[in-house]
Structures are given as C-alpha cells and as structure tokens.
C-alpha cells in the first residue's frame, strides 16, 4: 500500500533553515509528480511545490517562491523541501502528496514553526 512518512519538522527562528523530508513506499515512486503542502492553524491546506517523476520540472506557489527547493531522490524514494529565509507565516504542518490511480495519499505530516 501507498505510504508516505514526513520528517525533519521543527522550530526554528525567523531566517532560519529546515529540511523536511518524505520517504515513499507502496508505488513506482519516478513516475509520479510529488507535492508538498501546508496547512497552518484556522487555515486551509495549501500547494507548497511540487516536482516531475524525472525530478526535471518544478513548480513552487507564489508565497515560497526563491525561498524553497524541492526535490527528490528516486534511488531512495525521498523528496524533499529545503526550506531558507523562513518567515512566522510559514508556521504550518507540512504534508507530502501524490495521486495514484485517481486517488490522493497524504502523509502524517511534519510540524514547522517559525518563531523568535
């Protein structure tokens, strides 16, 4: 079965820098676009990044833009999000995504918050 694990969350100051981490399991992890969300307290769960089976073709919301990097490992079945400039506003618990056969499968998630 699908499986992903989050890991790498913490709390950190404001410019400060984290890593986060996915490890897949359950599927043919270099086929598939992977995504990473957010969603912070009273909010929504929002569209972080994502990236290309291939790891070629990257996307980032408007908010990390410059900030972010995501990327991934196929050898491993890892993606990851390294994380610099980190503002309060990105305080949320992050989630790693993906679609497989029309179906969402979403992580526990990893708590990142930003604070002085």
């Known amino acids: 079965q699908v499986q992903l694990v989050e890991s790498g969350g913490g709390l950190v100051q404001p410019g400060g820098s984290l890593r986060l981490s996915c490890a897949a399991s359950?599927?043919?992890?270099?086929?598939?676009?992977m995504n990473w969300y957010r969603q912070a307290p009273g909010k929504e769960r929002e569209w972080v990044a994502h990236?290309?089976?291939?790891?070629?073709?990257?996307n980032y919301a408007g908010s990390v833009k410059g900030r972010f990097t995501i990327s991934r490992d196929n050898a491993k079945s890892t993606m990851t999000l390294q994380m610099n400039s980190l503002k309060p506003e990105d305080t949320a618990v992050y989630y790693c995504?993906?679609?497989?056969?029309?179906?969402?499968?979403w992580g526990q998630g990893t708590q990142v918050s930003v604070s002085s």
């Open positions: 359950g599927f043919v992890f270099s086929i598939y676009f």
């Open positions: 995504n993906v679609n497989v056969g029309g179906r969402p499968y």
């Open positions: 990236i290309s089976g291939g790891g070629g073709s990257t």
